[in-house]
């Protein structure tokens, strides 16, 4: 595995439990999603380029979807 892969699952996954910790305490389930994808995403795609271009489009879903 590339290191730079490596440290970059790491970021992705330590984002995604903050928006998963977020999501779960203030009850917003878009947010929980979106974090319980960026946990999950680094594990399927190994592709360097691909996993950043996907995780950054699944971190703007809370700014495009707006809950009420």
Do not use: H, Q
């Amino acid at each position: 595995m590339d290191g730079n892969l490596l440290m970059l699952s790491f970021l992705f996954g330590m984002v995604g439990m903050g928006f998963f910790a977020y999501g779960k305490k203030s009850g917003r389930f878009v947010a929980m999603g979106v974090g319980a994808g960026l946990m999950v995403i680094p594990y399927f795609v190994t592709n360097l380029l691909l996993m950043v271009i996907v995780c950054a489009a699944l971190m703007a879903v809370p700014l495009v979807v707006k809950e009420a």
